[in-house]
């Protein structure tokens, strides 16, 4: 039996002509709408200002959905790595990222990801599916529920599994709805997409006239590198992308994070630091170097301390702006998909299905 739609996949625009349409008035439709992404309503009987009519009519068309929770760890710092059950059974990676006041959730947008880089736990079988609006948006709604009283989501990132920017209409429907005060009503600041840097999708974003965070995940200052580390983002020329996050630039008046992963013996040695200090020379941005997360089965690793010390100062003495990003969660495998990938090769492994 096909399953029903969701109420969270609806944009927000669409709540009061479907009043209108079930011949309900049109603030009918608003108060729906707070219902889903306001107050959190878990069934069709909570909504006690909707007409038992209007209620009846709903529960014909739509499901007031939220994603289950599969696995759920937490680390020492607080960071907590949620793998999310999809209806159809497929799993998502969700994090928890606390941070003194900041409460922020990092959310996926697909399920697999089609640019497999090489590094990364989420590329290996490459692209399942694309999330739908309202699983993209619902990651936000399970963190806030699982928090505890008096605490509330501050941030977002859109950086987990998938590449956000492939799942464009997705994504524009989940920022908005995020965003807009008639959804949840995130400061477009405190929202950050992160891509590998498709420029003419990059455009896109930009005409939203949002002042969203954008994130461009570098990983290596020369085109044959990243095309090795990016496979399936080597048609992006680096020229391209960087004249594209310059007009972003342009458009939002934010400076752009270029997000770089440290591979030992592979993009983490002076000459590449001198070569990404030259390409970003003068550029309005900031550089996060992460040191990457091993991953079981891959043989990546992370430099020694004072090679990454150096990479850093050789950036600094550039004039650019460079941060090193400890990786969190190591302990609950919460970096890039890891965890996830680690309760589905449980689940195959075990005689009986879960629960
Ligand atoms: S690092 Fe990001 S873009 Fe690359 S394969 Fe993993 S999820 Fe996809």
Same mark, same amino acid.
């Given at each position: 039996?096909?399953?029903?739609?969701?109420?969270?996949?609806?944009?927000?625009?669409?709540?009061?002509?479907?009043?209108?349409?079930?011949?309900?008035?049109?603030?009918?439709?608003?108060?729906?709408?707070?219902?889903?992404?306001?107050?959190?309503?878990?069934?069709?009987?909570?909504?006690?200002?909707?007409?038992?009519?209007?209620?009846?009519?709903?529960?014909?068309?739509?499901?007031?959905?939220?994603?289950?929770?599969?696995?759920?760890?937490?680390?020492?710092?607080?960071?907590?790595?949620?793998?999310?059950?999809?209806?159809?059974?497929?799993?998502?990676?969700?994090?928890?990222?606390?941070?003194?006041?900041?409460?922020?959730?990092?959310?996926?947008?697909?399920?697999?990801?089609?640019?497999?880089?090489?590094?990364?736990?989420?590329?290996?079988?490459?692209?399942?599916?694309?999330?739908?609006?309202?699983?993209?948006?619902?990651?936000?709604?399970?963190?806030?529920?699982?928090?505890?009283?008096?605490?509330?989501?501050?941030?977002?990132?859109?950086?987990?599994?998938?590449?956000?920017?492939?799942?464009?209409?997705?994504?524009?429907?989940?920022?908005?709805?995020?965003?807009?005060?008639?959804?949840?009503?995130?400061?477009?600041?405190?929202?950050?997409?992160?891509?590998?840097?498709?420029?003419?999708?990059?455009?896109?974003?930009?005409?939203?006239?949002?002042?969203?965070?954008?994130?461009?995940?570098?990983?290596?200052?020369?085109?044959?590198?990243?095309?090795?580390?990016?496979?399936?983002?080597?048609? =992006? +020329? &680096?020229?391209?992308? @960087?004249? %594209? $996050?310059? !007009?972003?630039?342009?458009?939002? #008046?934010?400076?752009?994070?270029?997000?770089?992963?440290?591979?030992?013996?592979?993009?983490?040695?002076?000459?590449?630091?001198?070569?990404?200090?030259?390409?970003?020379?003068?550029?309005?941005?900031?550089?996060?170097?992460?040191?990457?997360?091993?991953?079981?089965?891959?043989?990546?690793?992370?430099?020694?301390?004072?090679?990454?010390?150096?990479?850093?100062? =050789? +950036? &600094?003495?550039?004039? @650019?702006? %460079? $941060?090193? !990003?400890?990786?969190?969660?190591? #302990?609950?495998?919460?970096?890039?998909?890891?965890?996830?990938?680690?309760?589905?090769?449980?689940?195959?492994?075990?005689?009986?299905?879960?629960?």
């Amino acid at each position: 039996m096909a399953t029903l739609p969701s109420l969270t996949d609806l944009a927000l625009s669409a709540f009061e002509p479907l009043a209108a349409e079930l011949g309900e008035p049109r603030f009918a439709g608003k108060n729906l709408r707070r219902w889903v992404f306001e107050r959190h309503a878990r069934d069709f009987a909570a909504m006690s200002d909707l007409s038992k009519r209007f209620r009846a009519a709903l529960a014909e068309r739509f499901v007031v959905r939220r994603t289950a929770i599969a696995a759920d760890r937490a680390d020492p710092g607080g960071t907590r790595a949620f793998v999310l059950r999809l209806a159809d059974g497929k799993t998502i990676e969700t994090v928890l990222i606390p941070e003194e006041e900041r409460r922020t959730v990092c959310v996926s947008t697909q399920v697999g990801c089609p640019v497999a880089c090489v590094f990364c736990a989420s590329g290996l079988d490459g692209l399942i599916r694309n999330l739908t609006p309202g699983e993209i948006i619902e990651q936000v709604l399970v963190v806030q529920e699982a928090l505890p009283p008096g605490e509330s989501v501050t941030n977002v990132v859109v950086m987990g599994i998938g590449e956000p920017t492939m799942n464009l209409p997705a994504l524009e429907q989940a920022l908005a709805t995020w965003n807009d005060p008639a959804g949840l009503g995130l400061g477009a600041r405190r929202i950050t997409i992160s891509t590998v840097g498709f420029p003419a999708r990059i455009d896109r974003l930009a005409a939203l006239k949002k002042e969203f965070g954008l994130a461009i995940s570098l990983h290596a200052p020369r085109q044959e590198l990243r095309e090795k580390l990016l496979p399936n983002a080597g048609g =992006i +020329l &680096l020229r391209d992308l @960087l004249a %594209a $996050t310059r !007009r972003w630039f342009d458009a939002t #008046g934010r400076r752009v994070t270029f997000e770089y992963v440290l591979l030992d013996g592979i993009n983490a040695s002076e000459r590449e630091a001198t070569e990404l200090a030259a390409l970003l020379r003068g550029f309005p941005c900031h550089v996060n170097l992460i040191p990457v997360n091993p991953v079981d089965g891959l043989p990546y690793r992370r430099p020694a301390p004072d090679a990454i010390d150096r990479f850093k100062a =050789i +950036l &600094l003495g550039a004039g @650019l702006d %460079a $941060t090193v !990003r400890h990786p969190r969660g190591d #302990g609950i495998a919460a970096a890039c998909g890891q965890l996830r990938l680690k309760v589905e090769q449980d689940e195959s492994r075990a005689t009986t299905p879960r629960a």
